[in-house]
């Protein structure tokens, strides 16, 4: 057990949709990372936040957007689902950025129907 | 452009061999680099880690990796694997160029099969 908690576990939903993915980082790491792991794309960075403000953007489409919130969890909000974006969504978080290591939740996996 | 390749999508090896996951990197400067493990419908895990000081670098499960500075890798080693180590491995790179945010470079993961 990481010590990173992710909510839901699995989600299904329509295209078209809007969907929201909660992330608890462990006790103490400010930093929170959201990846996309797809069948081919691999492991997407998708953005970093730390201590509540953006830190980094990767591969982020607009329909997606991040917040960290005071108390540091973290949500992915994802909208106009189209089928493409059926995935696994992982949360990840560190005490900062540089040489620290990240620890990775268990994921959600999103399916869009 | 900065990136990280494991040329190998698949490695298989039997059990009791040595095994080798590859990874090369072309990024500016010297960076930290990071193996990290996936187990089927898990998360990825922290395995071991580069930042400076002996090239050879011990970590989880029996892990070790080697930093060739001129060769520009960081592969990961076992000298006797073992089934459980089938999974999924990822090589990651932060640079430390100005520029950077404090986002990794990730390969596309290695898939290692051991055989009994």
């Excluded at chain 1, 839901?8 to 329509?14: D, E, G, Q, V």
């Excluded at chain 1, 970093?48 to 960290?68: D, P, T, V």
């Excluded at chain 1, 909208?79 to 990240?102: R, T």
Aim: hydrophobic content about 35%; some cysteine.
């Amino acid at each position: 057990d990481s010590g990173v908690t992710q909510t839901p576990k699995h989600l299904i939903t329509a295209t078209g949709q809007r969907v929201t993915l909660r992330c608890s980082p462990r006790s103490g790491d400010l930093s929170v990372y959201w990846y996309q792991q797809s069948l081919d794309q691999g492991l997407q960075f998708l953005i970093q936040y730390y201590n509540g403000e953006e830190r980094a953007k990767g591969n982020i489409l607009e329909r997606f957007s991040a917040q960290q919130f005071p108390d540091l969890h973290s949500e992915l909000n994802l909208s106009s689902l189209e089928l493409g974006d059926s995935a696994l969504y992982f949360c990840a978080s560190s005490v900062g950025g540089g040489w620290y290591e990240q620890y990775f939740g268990p994921g959600t996996r999103l399916t869009v129907t | 452009a900065q990136s990280v390749a494991q040329p190998e999508d698949q490695v298989n090896v039997a059990e009791g061999n040595p095994l080798t996951v590859k990874c090369t990197y072309s990024v500016s400067g010297n960076p930290y680099l990071f193996w990290y493990v996936q187990y089927p419908n898990r998360g990825l895990q922290f395995l071991l880690k580069y930042i400076t000081g002996d090239n050879l670098v011990k970590g989880s499960y029996g892990f070790e990796a080697e930093f060739n500075k001129s060769q520009t890798s960081f592969h990961l080693k076992k000298p006797s694997a073992l089934v459980s180590d089938s999974a999924l491995y990822f090589c990651a790179v932060r640079p430390l160029n100005m520029d950077s945010n404090y986002q990794l470079i990730w390969g596309a993961g290695t898939k290692l099969i051991i055989k009994p």
